[in-house]
């Protein structure tokens, strides 16, 4: 299985495996496969056109095993449907994104010959089969909501996940628990506007009261969510950072411009000074908190002066984090047939601007963590040296230190030496002891995966 885009791709391949684990196992050998399985992502071209050259790269592959199944799902195959099945002759199954519960059944008729296209977005959200999870898993994710209803002009992601739907609260609850029960410590729920989660349902149900249901798991650790809307970012959802125990201080909040004029045409429903002002309660809510952003340069029309203002509101709610893109057009989407389309050459220059800019925000972030002792929640080797293991804070920076292996799957405290423009570099506190509840488990059964540093 390939998996390309967003976390709630990652998630969604986690499902198939699961889905199908009763007639598959995942190989890391793609000779090896009987059914091989991409998960795509149609944000931007770029995304859409690695999925293209690796459909033309298993070419080989297919002709030396003609009874490989090759399927492709997720946003891609969603948006092309039949169109793929014409790209790729050599190409099985279409499945797209509601498409993955009725896997065993779609690789089943694939098996038997049929070419065969699933896209149908039906709006029910049926209850995933009951999950679990490999020994030593330690942080999961956990969608509690799918699709989006506020298109905005630029994106692609509520005609390839369709509308917004909310998944029962009792299920997520529970789905939680049980990951506690297995010695979890780190949940990230995930939705393309969680913020919104509850709308919908026949329950009255909030995203702040989801979140303090799940507060009050004994033995959870650390609460994640990913993506907010900074419209639906409400009073009550900003008084739970500081005051659920749980709920990391970090929240990724998409501005995606600092100009009035690009935000009304991109349909984001807020302005500068409403996103300033719930960054300000942010910081008051909760001091130490970090902040993220996605942001998007070149939008049609975007002038300079509309992008000096997004470079003054980096500065001012100071980023801890960024991830920039240039805007690309998306089928279906407003944006895409806007007349005033920036020049490539513009674009290209004003992201180098842009990251130059959040470069500096972000090394200053991370000098002000050196000489602290921070919590590092230890996911595995460090990437850049074997010697060294990878965890990240709270605050989700990443933090590379040395130390024990034991210390793996655990929360550690670590003394922060190190700024680095993507990393922190610390050492283990001798003589903290991991904390945690599982500990003879993880041991046996140490998870070494390798963290990536972007
Ligand atoms: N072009 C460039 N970036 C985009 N994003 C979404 N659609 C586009 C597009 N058409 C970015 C937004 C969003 C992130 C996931 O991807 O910044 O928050
Ligand atoms: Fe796309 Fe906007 Fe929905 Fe986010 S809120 S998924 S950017 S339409």
């Known amino acids: 299985m390939r998996t390309f885009g967003c976390q709630m791709n990652v998630a ?4 198939m495996a699961q889905v199908l684990g009763e007639h598959y196992d995942l190989t890391s050998r793609a000779e090896d496969a009987d059914l091989y399985l991409i998960n795509t992502c149609a944000i931007r071209r770029k995304s859409e056109e690695k ?15 003609p009874e490989l199944i090759l399927g492709v799902g997720g946003c891609v195959a969603q948006q092309e449907g039949e169109r ?47 999950r679990w999870w490999s020994p030593g898993t330690v942080q999961t994710m956990v969608t509690i909501m799918q699709g989006c209803d506020n298109f905005c002009s630029f994106c692609v992601v509520p005609y390839v996940r369709g509308r917004e739907t909310s998944r029962a609260p009792g299920a997520i609850v529970d789905e939680v628990a049980a990951f506690v029960a297995a010695g979890g410590l780190e949940v990230t729920l995930l939705g393309q506007n969680v913020n919104s989660y509850g709308r919908g349902l026949p329950e009255p149900m909030t995203f702040p009261r989801l979140l303090r249901r799940l507060n009050a798991l004994p033995g959870l650790n650390r609460l994640r969510f990913a993506t907010s809307h900074p419209r639906d970012l409400s009073p009550e959802l900003i008084h739970t950072f500081g005051e659920l125990s749980a709920l990391c201080e970090h929240l990724h909040l998409p501005v995606q411009s600092g100009a ?21 309660s942010l910081k008051q809510a909760c001091p130490g908190i970090a902040l ?6 070149g939008f049609p029309g975007e002038t ?12 001012e709610a100071g980023f801890d984090q960024a991830f920039s893109f240039k805007y690309s057009p998306r089928p279906q989407t407003r944006a895409a047939t806007f007349p005033d389309q920036v020049p490539e050459d513009v674009k290209a220059e004003r992201l180098a601007r842009l990251q130059a800019v959040q470069d500096e925000l972000t090394q200053k972030a991370h000098a002000r963590l050196v000489g602290q002792e921070q919590e590092v929640l230890v996911e595995g080797r460090s990437k850049r040296s074997p010697q060294e293991w990878c965890g990240r ?10 130390g024990p292996r034991e210390l793996v799957g655990h929360l550690a405290r670590v003394a922060i030496t190190e700024a680095h423009p993507h990393s922190l570099k610390g050492r283990w506190v001798e003589g903290s002891p991991p904390r945690d509840r599982g500990e003879e488990r993880l041991r046996t059964s140490p998870r070494e995966v390798a963290c990536s540093e972007r």
């Open 292 to 297: 993220s952003t996605d942001l998007i340069v």
């Open 260 to 280: 009035n004029r690009v935000l009304a045409r991109m349909n984001r429903s807020y302005t500068r000074e409403h996103y300033r002002e719930k960054v300000a």
């Open 12 to 15: 969604d391949s986690e499902l």
């Open 304 to 315: 300079e002066a509309d992008f000096i203002q997004t470079l003054d509101l980096m500065g």
């Open 393 to 402: 804070l709270r605050t989700n920076q990443i933090v590379n230190f040395t």
């Open 51 to 65: 999925v293209r050259s690796l459909l033309g790269s298993l070419k080989p592959l297919k002709r030396a095993r």
């Open 84 to 130: 793929l099945l014409a790209f790729a002759p050599h190409l099985n199954l279409v499945f797209g994104t509601k498409g993955i519960y009725r896997l065993p059944e779609l690789v089943d008729r694939a098996g038997r010959g049929e070419r065969v296209v699933d896209v149908a977005l039906e709006r029910d959200l049926p209850n995933p089969p009951q």
